[in-house]
């Protein structure tokens, strides 16, 4: 059974500061690999989606990678702003998207 | 462009009712979910479908019923409405295995 884990938990940087988030998944084979934002009270917005063939997504100042043998992907925030305040979850499929498992997610603060 | 469209978004429940979520995508997606998402916690599956006619558990079936007779509509059943299904959840919808998954804005349950 694929267990995804998000640590930390929640994570407060100033404003500027670049960071970067961490997923571990126990099970290699995955199909694909999201990142997704939440907002309070609001619905997931993916970010960047990641195949298991790939090693890196771009979009913008953010920047997911993937590493299949190890068990994790990262997502690298530049340049941070307050705006990019929200949850961020990742989660892996392992095939055809039928039962992709989340984490829980990582609370981002960014303070002005 | 809608997307994928929750109703109701918020509800309140007395124990032992029973209740129909409604989620409708204008996608022309194949693959429709509902999640469940708790306090803290990671979202979990709780039914999917790859197409109209078609449906299988995910991690969290019991107390839910779905179908799915058209492409767009993909309706949860609450019956027998206990506590434990106090929680946030979400309908989401995507284009078979590669395309990243798009997300309702949830509709949360209380259960009393």
């Known amino acids: 059974k694929q267990e995804v884990t998000q640590i930390p938990a929640a994570l407060s940087v100033p404003e500027g500061e670049n960071l970067v988030l961490n997923c571990s998944f126990t099970?290699?084979?995955?199909?694909?690999l999201q990142w997704f934002r939440q907002d309070p009270g609001k619905g997931l917005t993916s970010l960047l989606l990641?195949?298991?063939?790939?090693r890196e997504q771009t979009s913008g100042r953010l920047n997911a990678s993937l590493d299949k043998s190890s068990g994790r992907s990262t997502l690298y925030i530049a340049a941070s702003q307050p705006g990019d305040s929200a949850t961020y979850l990742c989660?892996?499929?392992?095939?055809?998207?039928?039962?992709?498992?989340f984490g829980a997610g990582t609370r981002l603060t960014v303070k002005p | 462009n809608a997307g994928v469209t929750q109703t109701p978004k918020f509800r309140i429940l007395k124990i032992g009712q029973s209740m129909t979520l409604q989620c409708t995508q204008d996608?022309?997606?194949?693959?429709m979910y509902w999640y469940r998402q708790d306090p803290g916690m990671g979202l979990k599956l709780i039914y999917y479908?790859?197409?109209?006619?078609?449906?299988d558990k995910g991690e969290v079936p019991n107390g839910y019923n779905v179908s799915r007779s058209t492409t767009e509509d993909f309706p949860l059943r609450l019956e027998l409405a206990a506590p434990s299904q106090t929680s946030v959840y979400f309908c989401?919808?995507?284009?078979?295995?590669?395309?990243?998954?798009?997300f309702g804005q949830g509709t949360r349950l209380t259960v009393v």
């Open positions: 099970d290699s084979a995955i199909y694909n």
């Open positions: 989660a892996a499929a392992p095939h055809n998207n039928n039962d992709m498992r």
């Open positions: 996608m022309n997606h194949n693959y």
């Open positions: 479908s790859v197409g109209a006619g078609i449906t």
């Open positions: 989401a919808s995507t284009y078979g295995g590669l395309s990243e998954a798009f």
């Open positions: 990641i195949q298991s063939s790939q």
